[in-house]
């Protein structure tokens, strides 16, 4: 009996001292003596986690970062594909769209055939205005043949081989065609220059040209076919001592950034020049 | 070897020439890289193989183009046969013969198209080709020079090794 009633009072004590404790604990009253208490603790935690950390780093690192500087190299070669290949699908895309458009000329004539080719080059003299094509006599082209593209004439072919074709375009200082102003009915002489700049000659003085007409080929000749935009009249020259009238002409292709053409397969050109008289000796 | 060489760097060359040379423009007037590289190539070769490369620019540019009579070939020989005799005059000065040989062959090439082109009855004003196509092409080949030169220069050195080497 003696000894169970301190072992009571003792284990009745320690309840009313822990649950003393806690309940100063929970309510906050201990807060300060935690944190005095603690704080030995806490830094000692600390500076050893630091260790651990510095250590493991030191271990670890080094190859985390080779093999970032790995997925670094992987993803810059794998951006550079995509960067070609969105350059490449925007080529194929421009590509498309003009041949797109040569088609949507070409079903609109189903009167002519076509064979469409891919400008691949340009005269290296640059005092003449030629282009090289991707279509030769392989695929049915001949000299002489019109080119055109949607927005108007091209040229006409100067020279074939097997897989290639020159044309010799409508600004050549060389060439000549057979035009008819639209609106008169006026027939006309189309000639290029030096400076890529096409000039309507030998239009007759009593007749009135305004800017803004349409300019079309006359089919006379024999070298183009009849009725194929070239361009617009843009100013008028006129002067009472000359006998004829001239006027400059916005062409409706741009000669500067031609990538395809349509060859017109079924226009055979007439030779006239054995019917031009020649001066009798 | 340095005859056979001629055929794949000027069909190289005319193609690059043809394919993008005459699409960039100054005015109206254009780059001419076959005409440098046959410059450069004469000043550097030891031995008559610029005359072939000159028949071989000359017949290539000649197929490729419009211009009449064979006018770049006739061209190129008469500006090889200048580019030797001024090879003679200032051979301690490679770069400034470079110079000088490109801006009397771009003279002299276009004089000579001009030529032929007027004589075919092509109607080309002489002021507007002299300011509009010489002068811009002249501007354009001297750019070209020093690059045209150091490939050549290091062509040369592939070619002719032990002659360097003396």
Do not use: C
């Not at chain 1, 009253?29 to 510095?54: E, H, K």
């Not at chain 1, 194929?92 to 080059?121: C, H, K, S, T």
């Not at chain 2, 030891?46 to 419009?66: C, E, P």
Request: proline share 5%; net charge negative; hydrophobic share 50%.
């Amino acid at each position: 009996m003696k000894t169970t009633f301190p072992r009571l009072l003792q284990t009745v004590v320690l309840l009313v001292v822990v649950s003393g404790v806690l309940l100063l604990a929970l309510s906050g009253y201990l807060a300060p003596v935690f944190r005095v208490a603690l704080r030995p603790f806490i830094t000692v935690q600390g500076w050893l986690s630091n260790r651990y950390m510095a250590l493991q780093e030191f271990f670890t690192v080094p190859r985390d970062v080779a093999l970032l500087r790995q997925r670094n190299t992987e993803l810059e070669n794998q951006v550079s594909q995509l960067q070609t290949q969105v350059i490449q699908l925007q080529q194929q895309l421009r590509e498309a769209q003009i041949l797109y458009a040569l088609l949507d000329f070409a079903r609109a004539r189903p009167e002519n055939e076509y064979v469409a080719a891919a400008v691949i080059g340009r005269d290296p003299n640059p005092f003449i205005q030629y282009i090289i094509i991707d279509k030769g006599s392989d695929d049915g082209i001949r000299h002489g043949m019109p080119v055109i593209t949607e927005q108007g004439l091209v040229g006409r072919v100067d020279a074939v081989t097997a897989g290639a074709s020159r044309i010799q375009l409508i600004v050549d200082a060389n060439s000549a065609v057979n035009v008819r102003i639209q609106s008169t009915q006026t027939n006309a002489l189309l000639s290029g220059s030096l400076t890529g700049d096409i000039n309507l000659q030998e239009v007759p003085q009593d007749v009135v040209i305004q800017s803004g007409e349409l300019v079309l080929t006359s089919g006379l000749g024999g070298d183009y076919p009849a009725d194929v935009l070239i361009g617009q009249v843009v100013t008028v020259r006129k002067s009472d001592t000359d006998l004829f009238q001239t006027a400059s002409v916005q062409p409706a292709v741009d000669f500067t950034a031609l990538r395809a053409v349509l060859v017109v397969m079924n226009f055979k050109p007439v030779d006239i020049v054995p019917l031009i008289p020649t001066p009798s000796h | 070897m340095a005859y056979l060489l001629a055929f794949p760097v000027f069909i190289i060359l005319t193609m690059a020439q043809i394919g993008i040379m005459s699409q960039l423009h100054l005015l109206h007037g254009t780059g001419d890289l076959v005409m440098i590289a046959l410059v450069a190539w004469t000043l550097h070769e030891r031995g008559n193989s610029a005359w072939a490369w000159a028949m071989v620019a000359g017949l290539l540019i000649s197929f490729v183009s419009a211009t009449p009579m064979f006018a770049p070939l006739a061209g190129y020989l008469i500006l090889t046969a200048i580019v030797r005799l001024l090879r003679r005059q200032v051979w301690q000065a490679p770069l400034l013969a470079m110079f000088l040989a490109t801006m009397l062959g771009t003279i002299i090439i276009q004089f000579i198209y001009l030529i032929v082109l007027k004589g075919t009855g092509t109607p080309l004003p002489w002021q507007e080709s002299l300011s509009l196509v010489m002068l811009p092409s002249f501007l354009i080949n001297i750019i070209l020079v020093l690059p045209v030169y150091v490939v050549i220069t290091d062509l040369a050195h592939l070619v002719y090794p032990l002659e360097e080497e003396e």
